[in-house]
């Protein structure tokens, strides 16, 4: 049996809490219009993109079309939306010291855009590219203004293939150590907007020596526990509410 907890209580374990370490996953940025890949609204089905495709590396080498015909969509709704309620809930809780990092499988820049310094990002992101014959890196600024121009960019030395750092099917998550050392010294866990599905990511709650808050709009692939709170509301509307609980 799940249990759950009000936003007045999750606003006082939030309140006694020094250590929190957030994670979070599609469903925190669905308000903000971020198209959930995998929902009913999202890229991969509303314009017929394939992630098995599009983010398998192997696809990719033989063709990265439509890994760049995802990106230049991607782009173009990630400049028209703006950070929701949980995103800058987590930047203030990070400047008033008390929340020490968010992990997120998001590479959408909101937690960036919110104000969140300390974000591990464990499916990396577009922020650099490289090229992958000669390894010459390339800021976003830059990728970007060539993927606007370009259906393939292509390296400006070698005319090699370009990728973005952003962590194909078949390749390493980044960052997952620095994500375990967090979540085992944090004294409250947060898991955001994710269905904990996608590994390895998803193992990692259950590496919580804390209690963890589960806050999604559906299920969720962590198993009951005394310490572990469920919460099937929409985010936004929830962490209002804490917010003003812990206002008062
Ligand atoms: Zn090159």
């Not at 590219?129 to 976003?140: A, H, K, M, P």
């Not at 020596?209 to 919460?231: E, Y």
Request: proline share 6%.
């Amino acid at each position: 049996m799940q249990s759950t907890i009000t936003p007045q209580e999750c606003a006082q374990m939030l309140g006694a809490a020094e250590r929190v370490v957030a994670m979070t996953g599609a469903g925190i940025s669905t308000a903000a219009g971020v198209p959930d890949f995998r929902g009913p609204n999202g890229l991969y089905v509303t314009r017929r993109y394939d992630p098995e495709t599009v983010f398998d590396i192997d696809a990719f080498l033989h063709d990265p079309e439509p890994f760049y015909d995802f990106t230049r969509d991607f782009l173009s709704v990630v400049d028209r939306i703006e950070p929701t309620v949980a995103h800058l809930f987590l930047a203030r809780m990070e400047r008033e010291g008390r929340l020490r990092c968010v992990v997120t499988q998001n590479i959408d820049f909101l937690h960036q855009r919110a104000g969140s310094e300390n974000v591990i990002s464990v499916h990396g992101g577009y922020w650099t590219s490289r090229c992958l014959r000669c390894g010459v890196e390339w800021d976003f600024d830059t990728l970007r203004s060539w993927v606007e121009k370009e259906s393939v960019p292509r390296c400006r030395d070698c005319r090699g293939l370009i990728k973005p750092d952003v962590v194909f099917f078949g390749e390493a998550v980044k960052g997952m150590d620095q994500a375990a050392a967090e979540v085992m010294e944090a004294d409250l866990m947060l898991v955001l907007g994710s269905s904990l599905t996608v590994y390895p990511a998803a193992s990692l709650p259950a590496m919580a020596r804390c209690p963890v808050i589960v806050v999604n709009k559906g299920p969720v692939g962590l198993a009951p526990g005394s310490d572990r709170f469920f919460i099937d509301e929409d985010l936004d509307e929830f962490f209002e509410a804490v917010g003003a609980a812990m206002k008062s």
